[in-house]
């Protein structure tokens, strides 16, 4: 079973119409034991990475999400979803994440449009099986402020340019996170979802 947390801010509503347009069965639950028994795991994100972590904390999440990702099981982390894997954010003070990929989380640059919003490309560093029937350089939608900066490019599999280029894909092991919004991306981004399951070993209705 696909588990999709609730923890109260996550773009939840789109996530769960791919799903279903997929034809994948799957839950949305902020119950610890339904993240630990998932066969996959998604993390949507809206909003700020501090607020989204003290939910987590407050529903009791961060333990089993740290334990089911330690144990090398399907997650898919999606724009705060994948800021919250690194070690710290700078948005709205210093805050403390889930440290999975060492790094912190930095604003854009200045002078640039922020929110980062709309169309942008999407460059493949490595192939990757979440990439499977993907061209290099397609278009994903993006609503973002903050970026990942992680210590080391060995988890770095996507990059996008906007004044800077800055890690947009991010995989380690059955771990895949994308700063982009793949329910809001159309046709490729669906595929990007089949991909993902389909490396999870889920099987559609």
């Given at each position: 079973?696909?588990?999709?947390?609730?923890?109260?801010?996550?773009?939840?509503?789109?996530?769960?119409?791919?799903?279903?347009?997929?034809?994948?069965?799957?839950?949305?639950?902020?119950?610890?034991?339904?993240?630990?028994?998932?066969?996959?795991?998604?993390?949507?994100?809206?909003?700020?990475?501090?607020?989204?972590?003290?939910?987590?904390?407050?529903?009791?999440?961060?333990?089993?999400?740290?334990?089911y990702i330690a144990e090398g099981r399907p997650f898919?982390?999606?724009?705060?979803?994948?800021?919250?894997?690194?070690?710290?954010?700078?948005?709205?003070?210093?805050?403390?994440?889930?440290?999975?990929?060492?790094?912190?989380?930095?604003?854009?640059?200045?002078?640039?449009?922020?929110?980062?919003?709309?169309?942008?490309?999407?460059?493949?560093?490595?192939?990757?099986?979440?990439?499977?029937?993907?061209?290099?350089?397609?278009?994903?939608?993006?609503?973002?402020?903050?970026?990942?900066?992680?210590?080391?490019?060995?988890?770095?599999?996507?990059?996008?340019?906007?004044?800077?280029?800055?890690?947009?894909?991010?995989?380690?092991?059955?771990?895949?996170?994308?700063?982009?919004?793949?329910?809001?991306?159309?046709?490729?981004?669906?595929?990007?979802?089949?991909?993902?399951?389909?490396?999870?070993?889920?099987?559609?209705?």
């Amino acid at each position: 079973m696909i588990t999709v947390i609730d923890y109260g801010a996550g773009n939840l509503r789109s996530v769960v119409n791919a799903l279903t347009l997929l034809g994948y069965p799957h839950r949305v639950s902020q119950k610890p034991a339904d993240v630990l028994s998932a066969d996959a795991v998604i993390l949507p994100g809206v909003g700020a990475a501090g607020d989204t972590m003290k939910s987590l904390e407050k529903l009791s999440l961060i333990k089993p999400i740290k334990q089911y990702i330690a144990e090398g099981r399907p997650f898919f982390g999606i724009c705060i979803g994948l800021q919250v894997l690194l070690t710290t954010t700078e948005e709205g003070g210093s805050h403390k994440c889930l440290g999975i990929i060492p790094g912190k989380v930095r604003k854009l640059t200045p002078g640039l449009k922020i929110p980062h919003m709309g169309w942008n490309q999407v460059k493949q560093l490595t192939a990757h099986p979440i990439f499977s029937g993907i061209p290099d350089n397609t278009n994903f939608y993006f609503v973002h402020s903050y970026y990942a900066i992680p210590e080391s490019n060995t988890a770095v599999i996507g990059t996008t340019d906007y004044g800077i280029s800055f890690c947009s894909v991010l995989a380690q092991g059955k771990l895949v996170a994308t700063q982009f919004h793949p329910e809001k991306s159309g046709e490729w981004g669906l595929k990007l979802y089949d991909n993902f399951l389909k490396m999870a070993g889920e099987n559609k209705r």
